[in-house]
């Protein structure tokens, strides 16, 4: 006796439709985490290195960067402005700076906390940074630099914020 045919259309009769969709949601996505990646932006939506990203302005965190750097959105930095500090986030305190109409983040991390080798480190804290290909020469190793100065400075005296995580 043959077997009742399966219930449902066949696999030959259900066309293209739902693997479509499938395939059009993984690519949107994966398309936008490029996009991110590629453009990162700043808490108030505008690309880390627009020229016409809000002017400096206060957050709750700048009192943790104040004490840790002597730095608070608006502040001098090797030549650059300290443009906002964001809250910590991945045991990092990241902060846009800004100097010859380019936006980037400079990231302050406790050393052996983050994955990636960083260009600058102190005794305590390792320094990273975001910086476009279109920043002006040197500018990004003045900006490290300087920050680097204000955490020697600090960095006897100044304990790490609990958000950087345990001391390593």
């Known amino acids: 006796m043959p077997s009742p045919p ?10 293209p439709g739902a ?14 985490l490029v996009a991110r990646s590629l453009f990162p932006a700043s808490p108030g939506g505008a690309p880390a290195s627009s020229g016409s990203a ?13 004490a840790l750097l002597g730095l ?9 402005t300290v443009v906002q500090v964001d809250g910590f986030l991945d045991r990092q305190l990241p902060f846009v700076v800004e100097a010859g109409g380019v936006r980037f983040w400079v990231f302050v991390a406790l050393k ?16 990273y ?14 900006v490290l630099a300087d920050v680097a100065k204000q955490l020697r ?11 950087l995580g345990p001391t390593p």
Do not use: F, K, M, W
Request: hydrophobic share 35%; aromatic share 2%.
């Open 6 to 15: 399966p219930a449902g259309p066949s696999p030959a009769r259900r066309g």
């Open 19 to 32: 693997g479509c969709l499938v395939a059009a949601a993984l690519a949107l996505g994966l398309a936008g």
């Open 54 to 66: 809000p002017a400096a302005r206060d957050t709750p965190h700048d009192a943790a960067a104040e």
């Open 153 to 163: 400075e600090r960095e006897a005296t100044v304990s790490p914020p609990s958000e």
């Open 129 to 142: 940074h975001n910086a476009p290909a279109s920043t002006p020469a040197g500018v990004v190793d003045t």
């Open 112 to 127: 052996g906390t983050q994955r990636a080798t960083p260009p600058v480190e102190t005794e305590r804290y390792a320094l």
């Open 72 to 80: 608070r959105a608006g502040s001098r930095i090797g030549g650059a």
